[in-house]
């Protein structure tokens, strides 16, 4: 908050005390005291509000900025050492369920390669192989978003928002309840998100507001159940669908995006078809 805020706070203070005054030498020949005393509690519940309001803002403003003056230095030099400019120009971040892991691709302006700067392990997330499809099913989503929320105020020290459901998700998932508020956030609980415990979110949400403030305003979030150049982690996948057609449907159609990055460190532009599916262009 800063000093116009305060100052508009106080202005506003002052104008409910003044239409206060004015009301009870309107009324002091009738004595309503039951209407100044609803004014009275009007007043102090509106100066209650914006005190938490204050509090809670300042109390933000004071988090991020430790976090960020922390961790931004750190981020520099991890930078430095592998040779990538700093702030990215561009960040891509993609999850593999059954790995658990979470990597941050970046790149800057001068290439249009990606380059991997780090990668996370997932401390935490629920369901099984498959996609999201429908609310309360506990499933971490598979497919192509992107981050749609800063939330600096997490029950789960920071988080990321994911764009669930895509529009692919709400042609085949569930048509009233698909769910949502998917993130990626700090802590080691899930019920549908993907938790990396509160050091790596605090360097991820920094890395993404970086991009963000270079002008990125579309962060890619790829999630994958299986990392598919791994033998093992194949294995399991497809001993997992071999008697479910549909994922093993899906599965073939979302490779698609991982091959084709694997191959150039490029990424596609993905459209969505009638059907649901995802589609290279």
Known sequence: MNFNDIYNLFFLFYKIIQMEL???SVMKNKINKYCI???????????????????????????LAAIFSRIEDSL????????????????????????????????DDSTNKFKLFKSYKVCMQSGTMGPKRMEGDYQVPEGFYHINEFN??????????INYPNASDRILSDANKPGGSIYIHGNCVSTGCIAISDAPIEEL?????????????????HIFPVRYSNKTSLEYLKNTIKDNV????FNK????????????????VILVNRKGEYVIN
């Open 22 to 24: 004015r009301f009870i």
């Open 37 to 63: 005393l609803i004014l009275l509690c009007m007043s102090v519940s509106v100066m209650g509000f914006a005190q938490n309001a204050f509090f809670g803002t300042t109390k933000t403003e004071f988090k």
């Open 76 to 107: 520099a030099k991890q930078f430095e050492r592998q040779n990538l400019a700093w702030p990215p120009s561009s960040i891509y971040i993609r999850s593999f369920k059954f790995d658990r892991q979470l990597e941050v691709w970046v790149k």
């Open 152 to 161: 600096p105020n997490s029950n789960y020290h920071l988080s990321l928002g």
């Open 205 to 221: 949400y920094v890395l993404a507001s970086a991009s963000k403030n270079k002008g990125q305003e579309f962060i890619p979030v």
């Open 246 to 249: 549909y994922l093993q449907q």
């Open 253 to 268: 159609n979302i490779r698609e995006v991982f091959d084709y990055f694997e191959a150039d460190k490029e990424l596609p």
